[in-house]
């Protein structure tokens, strides 16, 4: 068991040093939530504006979508291993300029094809970031303050969701007044305007060191023969490869409950839209403006009962235990889904049933951020985090190419979407029968080689 933690407030432990890592790891992820759902909330509308049969455009949104989680999962898996071998800054870095740079480059898109490429490259870039985040701030903090940074971390990264929905209601608010610059188009500005993390490389590279943790680890393992970042290590030892692949699919869960189904809430809120402008007798452009702006304020809700969600359970999973609290967020999560795709019909409704399924969406990751690194050793921490949590978007890559077949073969329209998300939420409940199969690490240290 680690040592009692202090009387005193876990932060209170933090020197200078402590805080430079987490601010800078904490703003990694951040922006990177930001990127995340600017896509969110561009993709239906570049989709209207790149495809030519406008009756598809619930089939092929789905389609980019499982593009990105696939660059998103070999990302994540390239750039863990890399940053268990080279560092974790210097990885993280590199990570936040692919994002930052393909996200800008999205809004030059000129049809499906060239945009599904941008979303790959950026879904590349954003793969590594949480593996190497949560590993860099594990391996530098205290012990004892290990959890509740972690969690803190995560439940930050809403702030960046918060930030794009602001964001979007203040382009969607230009747009409809014809004031965006160069004459773009709202999806546009919302990609060149997640092209600007890229400036929080430079501070990155030249501020923050590498853990010490890491370093001596390093050292000692070129002595040994201890192989870093090694896919080979991490798939054949029997405690790690069975850490791995029970996480995976522990995460693989939580994924599709958000990026298979309920970041495709804006496609439910532009049709509420729809219905409640039908009478208004407006433009076409200030219908679109007013989806756009709408849509933000749906991740807007969503972003902030996620941040309450997160904070919530990462208080769970440090009083109750890791697989305790990550139970219940998958049982919260599959709940408030199925609230928002059965109940979410009136306008009114989205402003208390979006934030309760962001609560119960988000909540479950903010346990995956505390758990993951607990369970690999310095030599594979960042590579099994970022197996677990990335090489499960291939999965989850899955949900939204299912959810728009099943929306096309029953005759495309939003109920046929609703249903679609309805029968794909029960695989949230699939992560609940792995959780026997992993140990608490609840008051454990770091393990070891």
């Given at each position: 068991m680690t040592a009692p933690a202090p009387a005193q407030p876990w932060w209170r432990s933090f020197n200078r040093g402590h805080w430079l890592v987490f601010s800078v790891a904490s703003l990694a992820w951040l922006f990177d939530c930001l990127d995340q759902q600017f896509f969110n909330l561009a993709r239906d509308a570049a989709m209207d504006d790149l495809l030519p049969d406008k009756s598809r455009?619930?089939?092929?949104?789905?389609?980019?979508?499982?593009?990105?989680?696939?660059?998103?999962?070999?990302?994540?898996?390239?750039?863990?291993?890399?940053?268990?071998?080279?560092?974790?800054?210097?990885?993280?870095?590199?990570?936040?300029?692919?994002?930052?740079?393909?996200?800008?480059?999205?809004?030059?898109?000129?049809?499906?094809?060239?945009?599904?490429?941008?979303?790959?490259?950026?879904?590349?870039?954003?793969?590594?970031?949480?593996?190497?985040?949560?590993?860099?701030?594990?391996?530098?903090?205290?012990?004892?303050?290990?959890?509740?940074?972690?969690?803190?971390?995560?439940?930050?990264?809403?702030?960046?969701?918060?930030?794009?929905?602001?964001?979007?209601?203040?382009?969607?608010?230009?747009?409809?007044?014809?004031?965006?610059?160069?004459?773009?188009?709202?999806?546009?500005?919302?990609?060149?305007?997640?092209?600007?993390?890229?400036?929080?490389?430079?501070?990155?590279?030249?501020?923050?060191?590498?853990?010490?943790?890491?370093?001596?680890?390093?050292?000692?393992?070129?002595?040994?023969?201890?192989?870093?970042?090694?896919?080979?290590?991490?798939?054949?030892?029997?405690?790690?490869?069975?850490?791995?692949?029970?996480?995976?699919?522990?995460?693989?869960?939580?994924?599709?409950?958000?990026?298979?189904?309920?970041?495709?809430?804006?496609r439910i809120v532009r049709g509420i839209i729809d219905a409640h402008l039908a009478a208004a007798h407006l433009t076409p452009d200030a219908v679109a403006s007013a989806k756009a702006y709408w849509s933000s304020v749906g991740v807007l809700l969503q972003a902030a009962g996620g941040f309450a969600g997160m904070l919530a359970l990462a208080s769970v999973a440090a009083k109750k235990g890791r697989r305790f609290a990550c139970g219940l967020a998958l049982v919260l999560s599959f709940l408030s889904t199925v609230l928002v795709f059965r109940g979410l019909r009136e306008f009114g409704q989205m402003f208390w049933m979006l934030p309760m399924m962001g609560f119960g969406q988000f909540s479950v990751f903010a346990v995956y951020a505390i758990y993951l690194p607990e369970l690999f050793p310095t030599s594979l921490r960042s590579t099994g985090t970022s197996f677990c949590y990335n090489f499960g978007r291939l999965v989850a890559a899955t949900a939204p190419f299912t959810i728009g077949r099943i929306t096309q073969n029953l005759g495309g329209d939003l109920e046929a979407f609703r249903t679609a998300g309805l029968a794909v939420s029960f695989v949230l409940l699939l992560g609940l029968l792995v959780l026997p199969f992993l140990p608490e690490t609840r008051g454990q240290p770091l393990p070891e080689e």
């Open positions: 455009l619930a089939e092929f949104a789905s389609y980019t979508t499982s593009v990105f989680l696939v660059g998103w999962a070999i990302g994540g898996l390239i750039f863990g291993s890399l940053g268990d071998r080279f560092g974790r800054a210097k990885i993280l870095t590199l990570s936040v300029l692919i994002y930052s740079v393909c996200t800008g480059l999205s809004s030059f898109s000129t049809g499906f094809f060239d945009f599904c490429v941008y979303r790959f490259l950026t879904g590349l870039g954003v793969g590594g970031v949480f593996g190497l985040a949560v590993a860099l701030v594990a391996d530098s903090v205290p012990d004892h303050t290990r959890a509740p940074a972690l969690g803190l971390l995560q439940s930050l990264s809403t702030w960046g969701n918060i930030a794009a929905g602001l964001a979007g209601m203040g382009i969607g608010a230009l747009a409809a007044r014809h004031l965006l610059p160069f004459g773009l188009k709202a999806w546009q500005t919302l990609f060149l305007l997640g092209a600007a993390p890229a400036i929080l490389c430079a501070f990155i590279m030249h501020r923050v060191k590498e853990p010490e943790k890491w370093v001596k680890a390093r050292a000692a393992g070129a002595l040994a023969g201890v192989k870093f970042g090694s896919y080979s290590t991490l798939l054949r030892h029997p405690t790690w490869s069975r850490h791995a692949w029970l996480g995976l699919l522990m995460c693989s869960a939580g994924i599709v409950g958000l990026w298979g189904i309920g970041n495709f809430h804006p």
